[in-house]
């Protein structure tokens, strides 16, 4: 492997859009759908609607420091170039977190879902098998990676239409029970429950941010990972609202035995055990393609961080023949076994903390490097760079304010860990490089 090759640049808007999807999984939906019904007092559809909102706000500064900095790294490299280094790194250091424990909840919730169909093979077995076939796709190429996510991306989008579809149909038959309004306040639902629910909702549309760090991959990445940014957190919005009014409107008073498995229970309610083996199906291989898409977004971030000599130089190298970062790539994989031992709640907790974080700082660059370095201050600039980032940067923080004890103290002591691994390592970073846009395919 060399430290010289650059990373091959042959994807596509329709490849960015679809490992964004495919690391977001449409069907999370289902697969946290007791949580979220619970939590947002049956309201699903306002509190997706206000999540949708937020988010949007980080989704569009993530958009205009990716025009800024089209290189990979994502949040690490943008509050590096716009901020400080030092600030950059830690940053950095907690979207590696989230990154990372993305890859293990992937293969976890794989050997879980596999382990409920055949009680007699253990967890482990499930999850050492899609670890390995997770490493040798990413291995082969970010593009045939980008091609199997597509089918398996492909397959949610499919049956979320048809789940809708079937529930059309019956509310054609006088299914509706709970009228046409979907914003009908329920007894004892208070707006501050909603907000509640919205909090707990955003965290259906984390992994549109996971396409900035394969930017150096993508052609034109100027124009193509704003796009697909916002390409991403549309289709996810408009297939979460259908299919919250659609069930909100017609199972107003729907209960379930278990939160952590509600959306199996919503499916034998309504299709019986044809749906739900159906459902199944298609959550396994949502699963596996969230761990493809999640494996290349941290092997890339490891890449940077590695070329900015924040990590050590192997980091950075790169396959001669199939100029993907294999080092990284089987590094990743053998983090991912961890899953074997780690709990499900304590690796959300992880990632959900290494997100906001990047959240927040994005949308802080976007202020330093528009308004305070590059001075642009015209009422455009101000609105789309100073108000619409402020008010995600707000909004955000007051999700961080949401997380519980465990989570916060967690997270800060990866920051501690990464605090006294900078300072012990005694290295300046070297300069960010930004790559120019080429042809190559």
């Known amino acids: 492997m060399s430290d010289n090759l650059t990373l091959k640049r042959n994807l596509s808007l329709v490849h960015v859009v679809t490992m964004g999807l495919s690391w977001m999984s449409p069907m999370i939906f289902f697969t946290s759908f007791g949580v979220l019904y619970a939590g947002s007092g049956g309201m699903l559809l306002a509190a997706y609607l206000l999540a949708f909102v937020a988010i949007l706000f980080t989704a569009l500064s993530y958009g205009q420091m990716a025009r800024a900095f089209p290189v990979s790294g994502s949040a690490y490299t943008y509050v590096t170039k716009s901020m400080n280094p030092f600030i950059g790194f830690l940053v950095g250091w907690a979207i590696l977190l989230d990154y990372l424990f993305s890859c293990i909840i992937a293969v976890l919730m794989f050997g879980i879902n596999l382990h409920a169909q055949f009680t007699s093979v253990p967890t482990s077995f499930w999850i050492v098998g899609c670890t390995l076939v997770v490493m040798i796709i990413n291995i082969i190429g970010i593009k045939t990676s980008a091609n199997v996510s597509k089918i398996f991306v492909l397959m949610q989008i499919i049956f979320i239409a048809g789940f809708c579809s079937l529930l059309v149909y019956r509310a054609l038959q006088g299914g ?10 329920k007894e004892g639902v208070s707006f501050s429950s909603i907000l509640a629910g ?9 992994g549109f941010d996971s396409i900035t760090t394969m930017a150096e991959e993508t052609k034109n990445p100027k124009k193509t990972i704003p796009r697909a940014i916002l390409v991403i957190v549309l289709l996810a ?6 299919t919250a009014y659609l069930i909100q409107q017609m199972y107003p ?5 278990n939160v952590d498995s509600a959306g199996f229970e919503l499916m034998q309610s309504i299709g019986g055990s044809l749906l739900a083996s159906l ?14 898409s999640s494996m290349t977004t941290v092997t890339r971030l490891l890449f940077v961080m590695g070329r900015t000599s924040l990590l050590p130089r192997k980091f950075a190298s790169v396959h001669p023949t ?9 590094l990743a994989s053998v983090i991912s076994l961890s899953a074997i031992f780690i709990s499900l709640e304590t690796a959300i907790k992880f990632v959900n903390f290494g997100a906001l974080t990047a959240f927040l700082f994005v949308n802080l660059s976007v202020i330093f490097h528009y308004i305070i370095r ?10 789309l760079r100073f108000l619409c980032p402020l008010i995600g940067a707000g909004f955000v923080f007051y999700l961080i304010t949401l997380l519980d004890l465990s989570s916060l103290l ?8 990464g605090f006294m691994y900078y300072t012990l390592r005694g290295m300046k970073s070297a300069p960010l490089p930004m790559v120019e846009v080429d042809k190559a395919v």
Request: charged residues 5%.
């Open 176 to 185: 509706i029970t709970a009228g046409l309004n979907p914003f009908a306040a």
């Open 198 to 206: 919205a909090s707990l909702v955003c965290f259906s549309f984390l």
């Open 237 to 242: 919005g408009l297939m979460y609202f259908g």
């Open 253 to 257: 008073s729907f209960t379930s035995t």
């Open 279 to 292: 459902f199944t199906f298609v959550i396994i291989f949502s699963v596996l393609s969230q761990g493809m």
């Open 322 to 330: 199939l100029r993907t970062p294999v080092f990284n790539i089987i």
């Open 374 to 383: 590059q001075k642009q201050r015209s009422p455009k600039d101000l609105f």
């Open 410 to 417: 967690l997270g800060s002591g990866w920051l501690v860990v």
